[in-house]
């Protein structure tokens, strides 16, 4: 048997904002211990598996690649220009798989999801196998724990086998239904975690959706790489209409089974999921007073919380936002953000860490006409050589070995030197070194924004025609 393992990493998590921004969503940042999510279905995905593909959002080519690095070096990267839901995600990833000539199958895994019990999941996964290669679309379901009106409920025929046959999806239900899908036995927790041969799904897809199907199909035979990775034309895959596996495909087939399974699942889909299921990252900085079942998060190591008189409250702490939240109302949290994103506020899509080709950059002060970041640059990377007509830049080596491009010279600096560049004047920086080069840039002018890059030259192809 060959099995292959999607990840599907093109969520935005915005019910844990401000921690999970669209610019650097909850699968890709430490929420709660190492390593961050993504890895962590990474590293399930590696030990069952033999091969893995992951599906994600273009704008975080370069995150992807900084979490697939030491892990894994023959992934299969799709990225996609814009979401389109589960249904298309999944069809691209198929159509790769058969493409290359196997049809095997796939494992789909979410990529910000928590699963306790990785030997009842591969236990699961093994029984579910022979109906898979039967051609059988295999939905794994969790046991309720409580009666949790956020999920999706598979409902079984019966409960009689590790895979029974599906009566039928039912969408999120009030307190009432939740409680009678608990106590009935038959009501699972809808994962978004399936298994099917890639064949069998796409046979399905163009049977039950098939205008899904024809435009997934003209949009992957566009493609083409990029440092590696697949891209696809953006106008094709923006005509691709939006859907989920389980409206597309898994509510309208009769060929549909679900493997009932107990393996300590949830979605940690809002702060007080990840509050009942992870660790706080500071419990030594925060100092509690008649304060209990509090959750609080912080990214600054060195900041002191103290709580007196609250009980059953998620305060999470960031350089730029503060979010203080009862844990009942945390599916309240998407709202905020809403209110946020339709005044044009940035702090919802900006994250603290930029990721790029070459490395990332931090934002660690601003303010009228200067900007303080904090660049990382890869061992063996280089920046663009490129200029700005708005600002002047100061760059202090912290460790590492920099090669500059300053105007017509090409020199290296050491830890504690810097080097000045003008307004206008053309620059490059590289790490010619074997460990990461860290290095404090000052910003100062008239405007500060990322547009403000002319690019003269670029390894990586970002230099416009």
Not at 246 to 267: F, H, I, Q, R, T
Not at 309 to 314: A, L, P, Y
Request: proline share 4%; with cysteine.
């Amino acid at each position: 048997m060959i099995l292959k393992s999607i990840i599907l990493a093109g969520g935005s998590g915005t019910r844990l904002w401000p921690l999970s921004r669209k610019g650097s969503p909850k699968q890709f940042v430490n929420i709660g211990g190492e390593p961050s999510l993504f890895q962590s279905t990474l590293q399930r995905a590696l030990s069952i598996a033999n091969s893995v593909s992951v599906v994600a959002a273009e704008s975080h080519q370069f995150m992807v690649k900084d979490e697939l690095a030491g892990q894994v070096n023959d992934a299969s990267v799709m990225l996609e220009p814009c979401g389109k839901n589960t249904a298309p995600a999944i069809a691209i990833a198929a159509m790769d798989v058969l493409d290359k000539g196997d049809d095997a199958i796939l494992l789909v895994m979410p990529s910000d999801h928590l699963i306790k019990h990785q030997d009842v999941f591969m236990q699961a996964i093994e029984d579910a196998t022979p109906f898979a290669q039967d051609g059988k679309l295999i939905t794994f379901g969790a046991k309720p724990e409580y009666p949790e009106t956020g999920y999706g409920y598979i409902n079984l025929e019966s409960v009689s086998g590790a895979v029974n046959k599906v009566a039928r999806f039912v969408e999120k239900p009030n307190e009432t239904l939740a409680k009678e899908y608990c106590d009935s036995g038959q009501y699972f927790w809808n994962t978004g975690i399936f298994m099917f041969k890639a064949s069998s799904y796409l046979n399905e897809l163009k049977q039950y959706s098939p205008e899904i199907y024809a435009a997934c199909k003209a949009t992957f035979e566009s493609k083409f790489d990029d440092l590696g990775d697949m891209k696809f034309d953006a106008d094709l895959f923006s005509a691709i209409p939006e859907d989920s596996i389980d409206y597309a495909v898994l509510e309208k087939s009769s060929n549909v089974m679900c493997a009932p399974v107990s393996m300590g699942w949830n979605d940690l889909g809002a702060w007080n999921s990840i509050a009942d299921n992870l660790p706080a990252s500071q419990h030594d900085k925060v100092i509690s007073k008649n304060a209990k079942l509090n959750h609080v998060v912080t990214s600054n190591k060195q900041k002191v919380v103290s709580l007196i008189g609250v009980s059953d409250v998620v305060v999470v702490d960031t350089d730029d936002a503060l979010l203080i939240v009862n844990k009942d109302d945390a599916q309240q949290v998407k709202s905020v953000v809403d209110e946020l994103k339709a005044a044009g506020n940035d702090i919802v899509v900006t994250p603290k860490c930029v990721h790029r080709p070459w490395g990332t950059y931090e934002t660690i002060d601003n303010g009228h006409r200067y900007k303080v970041k904090r660049i990382t640059v890869k061992p063996g990377a280089t920046l663009s050589l490129q200029l700005h007509h708005h600002r002047a830049e100061h760059w202090i080596v912290v460790s590492g070995t920099a090669e500059v491009t300053n105007g017509e010279k090409t020199f290296l600096l050491s830890e504690n030197e810097s080097t000045y560049i003008p307004i206008g004047i053309q620059h490059r920086l590289a790490n010619p070194g074997k460990f990461d080069l860290e290095l404090i840039e000052v910003q100062s002018g008239s405007y500060l924004e990322e547009n403000d890059i002319v690019r003269l030259e670029d390894t990586y192809g970002r230099v416009e025609a």
